[in-house]
C-alpha cells in the first residue's frame, strides 16, 4: 500500500511540472525551409540546429554510407570556413556541437551562449549554401569513418549484431543496411557522385531549423532571413517506400562475431511505423517487459531464474517500418533456445491477461518521467520539435503526446501483444562465437 501510495504522489508531481507547455513558432521560408523557434529566456543559452530529411535509406543498394559520410564530410569546410576550422571557431566561441545519422534523418546542432546565436545561424546556413565538397575532403572523411567503422563495428564485441538483425529482418526496404554502409562503396564512389547526393538532399525544401533558448523571436526571424532566405530551392525529394510482405513464417538464421566468447540470442519482430499508435503501445510493452531491474524479463530470468547474464526489451521506432527486438545473453551453458523460452512465457502472460493495476501505473510513472525528462534543456526541446515535425508533421506532440501514452490501456497493450508477438511472425537469430563455427 505504501509503494503504491507512492506511485499516486509522484504521478501527481510529474504531472504539476508537465503543466509547462513548450511554446513555438513556426513558420516556412519561401525556398521551402521550416522553421521552429523556442523562446527561453531563463539561462543565457542558444541550440541551433538543422534537421536534413536524408538518412541511410535514402542510398542507393551500391552506395551505402553516403548519409552518414555528409555528417562527416559537411564539417570538412565552406566557401568561408578555412578546412579544419569549424571546430576550433565553435569552441573559441564558448560553443559545443555534433552530429548524428540514422535510417531516417541526419541532425546538426550548436550549443552557444546566447550572444552567439548569429554564429550559430552563420555556421548552419554556411553548411547548407556553400559546403567545400572536393578530393581532399572525401578522402580525409573516408579514413575517418573507416575508423570509426573499424573502432565500433569490426572490433568491438557485438557490433555486427544489429547489423545481421537487419539483413535478415528486412527484404525489399533499404533498413536492410547498415547506417554506417560498406566502406568499398565509399571508395567506389566518384566526387560527381557524392556532389549530386548533397545537391539532391542537403537543400532547405527537405530541412527544418530550430533555434530554441534565449532568443528574441523577432530578431531571430529577422537573422534566419538575412543567412537563410537566400539559399535556392532544391528539387522536391520524392520517395517511395518498399513494402514488405508480413512475416509469416518463422525466420532462423545464425551470425558469428570474433570479438565475442558469450553467445546471445534476438527474437526480432518487423513492426509498424513510428507513426502509429500501435508504434506507442509497444513502447509500453517493452518498458514493461525489461526496463529496470524490477522489470518482468530481469527479475524472472537474471534474478530468480538465473538463466541469462543481461535480457532486454526494446522497440526500434523508423519512420517506414520498426523493429521490436528481445534479446538475452546466457548465464553459463544454458542453451539459447531457453532463452527464447523464457522470453515467450512473458510476452504470453501479457496475451493472455492484463498486467496489474499497479504495474500499469508504474509504467505511466515511467513515461511521465520520460517526457519530462525529455524536454528539460533546450538541447532536448530542439531536438523534440524537429523530430515531431520531420515525422508526424505535428510539432505540437511536444506538448500532446503524453496524453497519447495515457490513454493506453491495459487492454490495449494486451491486443497489441497478441497482434504483433507470436513466434510466426519472428526473426530468431543466434549471435554465436567464430570459434564455435
Do not use: C
Amino acid at each position: 500500500m505504501k509503494e503504491y501510495f507512492s506511485y499516486i504522489i509522484i504521478s501527481l508531481f510529474l504531472v504539476g511540472v508537465h503543466a509547462q507547455e513548450v511554446s513555438f513558432t513556426e513558420y516556412d521560408l519561401d525556398n521551402g525551409l521550416h522553421v521552429i523557434l523556442h523562446q527561453d529566456n531563463t539561462a543565457p543559452v542558444v541550440t541551433t540546429s538543422v534537421l536534413y530529411h536524408v538518412g541511410a535509406k535514402d542510398e542507393l543498394a551500391d552506395r551505402t554510407g553516403f548519409a552518414h559520410f555528409f555528417e562527416h564530410l559537411l564539417f570538412e569546410g565552406t566557401k568561408n570556413i578555412e578546412r579544419g576550422e569549424w571546430f576550433s571557431i565553435v569552441s573559441s566561441n564558448g560553443g559545443k556541437n555534433n552530429a548524428y545519422t540514422n535510417d531516417d534523418y541526419t541532425y546538426y546542432y550548436e550549443v552557444f551562449p546566447s550572444n552567439n546565436l548569429e554564429l550559430g545561424l552563420w555556421l548552419e546556413s554556411e553548411r547548407m549554401l556553400h559546403p567545400v565538397i572536393n578530393k581532399i575532403g572525401v578522402d580525409t572523411q573516408n579514413e575517418v569513418v573507416k575508423e570509426e567503422k573499424r573502432l565500433r563495428v569490426d572490433n568491438s564485441p557485438y557490433g555486427k549484431f544489429f547489423e545481421n538483425v537487419k539483413k535478415n529482418l528486412f527484404i525489399n526496404h533499404p533498413y536492410k543496411h547498415t547506417t554506417i554502409g560498406e566502406m568499398q562503396h565509399l571508395d567506389d564512389a566518384t566526387l560527381d557522385e557524392f556532389l549530386a547526393f548533397n545537391k539532391k538532399y542537403y537543400v532547405p525544401n527537405n530541412a527544418i531549423l530550430v533555434v530554441a533558448g534565449d532568443i528574441q523571436v523577432d530578431k531571430t526571424k529577422k537573422m534566419i532571413q538575412d543567412y537563410f532566405g537566400d539559399v535556392p530551392r532544391g528539387a522536391e525529394v520524392v520517395r517511395t517506400v518498399a513494402v514488405e510482405e508480413p512475416i509469416t513464417e518463422p525466420l532462423t538464421a545464425k551470425a558469428y562475431d570474433s570479438n565475442i566468447q558469450i553467445p546471445a540470442v534476438v527474437a526480432a519482430y518487423r513492426m509498424p511505423s513510428i507513426k502509429t499508435r500501435d508504434s506507442r503501445v509497444l513502447d509500453m510493452i517493452s518498458a514493461y517487459l525489461s526496463d529496470g531491474n524490477s522489470s518482468k524479463l530481469y527479475r524472472k530470468m537474471v534474478d530468480e531464474e538465473k538463466m541469462a547474464l543481461q535480457v532486454g526489451a526494446f522497440n526500434v521506432s523508423q519512420e517506414d517500418y520498426g523493429m521490436y527486438l528481445i534479446f538475452g545473453l546466457p548465464l553459463g551453458d544454458i542453451p539459447l533456445q531457453s532463452i527464447i523460452t523464457g522470453i515467450d512465457e512473458e510476452v504470453v502472460k501479457i496475451q493472455k491477461e492484463l498486467i496489474t493495476e499497479k504495474d500499469y501505473q508504474k509504467l505511466q510513472n515511467k513515461f511521465e518521467a520520460n517526457f519530462v525528462d525529455s524536454n528539460s534543456s533546450v538541447e532536448g526541446i530542439a531536438n523534440s520539435l524537429a523530430e515531431y515535425y520531420a515525422f508526424f508533421g505535428d510539432t505540437n506532440l511536444i506538448n500532446s503526446e503524453i496524453e497519447i501514452y495515457r490513454s493506453i490501456s491495459r487492454e490495449e497493450i494486451q491486443e497489441v501483444a497478441k497482434k504483433y508477438l507470436n513466434p510466426n511472425q519472428r526473426l530468431v537469430l543466434d549471435y554465436l562465437p567464430e570459434s564455435s563455427k
